[in-house]
DNA sequence: ACCTGAACACCGTTCAAGT
DNA sequence: ACCTGAACACCGTTCAAGT
């Protein structure tokens, strides 16, 4: 039985735990550019430098959001035929991240996903193996499936603010400035960018990935 | 015969160009986060506020600097065989990029590359359609090993940064906690992570995409 | 036309002081 | 032990004024 120790001085105002759930709150509705120490502070009804106290820095702070984020994520039932299985994993972790692009930004740094998301990479690898790659090779197909993710959401999420602020001029600034000798295809694709790049091409990669890498 | 506009007022102290060319050494030396207003203004010996007579805002100078960048990328040979085409463009523009991951963030908005460096897509989408797709299944081809190549190169220059700053601490604490039981893939992966994960796994992605997309 | 200084509304973080 | 206020060293951008 764990005994309690003595506390002493003051008493918290705020918990670790506050600051994380307001943290997701601000991020949920503003995104993670929006999560400055200062908005923070005022959110859970303190200052910027009570948070201080409770976590190393910003930096600190995202990466206790993504775990608490990651151990909430859903382990959907998989097939069992190892392909399909591998495929269906990494759909589900594309669908898991796509709601919040801002964990890509945070852990774009490692190859890996956070402790408590760890159940992704674990299928894709094991599921590989069974497939009949060496467990070296799995951890290449995982790998290059989550660069691929990454490089996906991000895309996405990107495109998506853009949009929100009314972009588009660039894209259409591209095209406009299109040497049609030079570009044929593009050229030939045309006005049609648009309309073919608003299709969810993300399944059709990930299997094209398993096809090749897996034998 | 262009006519030479009569200027009046004021002759500049500065040009675009050299604005340009100074943003191009402060990203190239450290990084696009160290590229602010302030910093740029001290390097070409002017003041942050007469910037904005030049270009629009900070995102209109990043375009700038891309449009710039873009138009130096080299155009290398690429074999005649069109599913090695698609390799070898994509190895290329990898390898174009991976040296300015700057460059990454920047255009991760887009699904397309600044109008200087179309002549990847260009040369992919080609490639995909003599390989015998049509042209929307060749603009697929092109976005998915776009997203590929994002991923690789935003992932690898964040790990680059981690490194650089002493880190790796994280990646340490996620196998520390590991659960052997429930992630043994993971366990049995375990220390050799680093080691495998070290290595270029680029190229063998590529190929995997080209295997499993083209016909 | 081009440049400047001052100002506005922000940042993350540190530090000494209070309770 | 926990919180606060003031301060430091920054941001991007606007605006009125100068040359």
Redesign the interface.
């Known amino acids: 039985m764990a005994v309690m120790p003595t506390r002493t001085g003051r008493p918290p105002k705020i918990s670790k735990a506050d600051i994380v759930a307001a943290a997701h709150r601000v991020v949920e509705t503003d995104g993670v550019a929006a999560l400055t120490m200062r908005r923070l502070a005022k959110e859970v009804g303190s200052t910027a430098m009570a948070l201080y106290h409770h976590v190393r820095d910003r930096e600190g702070l995202l990466?206790l959001l993504l775990d608490e984020h990651a151990a909430a994520l859903p382990r959907p039932e998989l097939p069992e035929e190892p392909r399909e299985r591998v495929v269906a994993a990494a759909v589900a972790l594309r669908e898991a991240l796509s709601g919040y692009p801002w964990v890509v930004d945070v852990l774009?740094?490692?190859?890996?996903l956070?402790?408590g998301a760890?159940?992704y990479?674990?299928q894709i690898?094991?599921a590989a193996?069974r497939a009949g790659t060496s467990?070296?090779e799995?951890?290449?197909v995982y790998?290059?499936i989550?660069?691929?993710?990454?490089?996906?959401v991000?895309?996405r999420a990107?495109?998506r603010?853009?949009r929100e602020e009314g972009?588009g001029t660039?894209?259409e600034?591209?095209f406009g400035?299109?040497d049609a000798a030079?570009?044929?295809?593009?050229s030939?694709?045309g006005a049609r960018?648009e309309e073919?790049?608003a299709?969810d091409?993300y399944a059709?990669?990930v299997?094209?990935?398993?096809?090749?890498?897996l034998p």
């Open positions: 990466l774009r740094a490692d190859d890996l956070s402790v760890l159940w990479p674990e690898i094991d193996v467990i070296e799995a951890v290449d790998r290059i989550w660069h691929y993710t990454a490089g996906e991000g895309g990107a495109a603010g853009r972009g660039y894209r600034q591209v400035e299109l030079e570009f044929p295809r593009l030939e694709v960018w073919l790049t299709r091409t059709k990669g299997r094209a990935l398993v096809r090749g890498l």
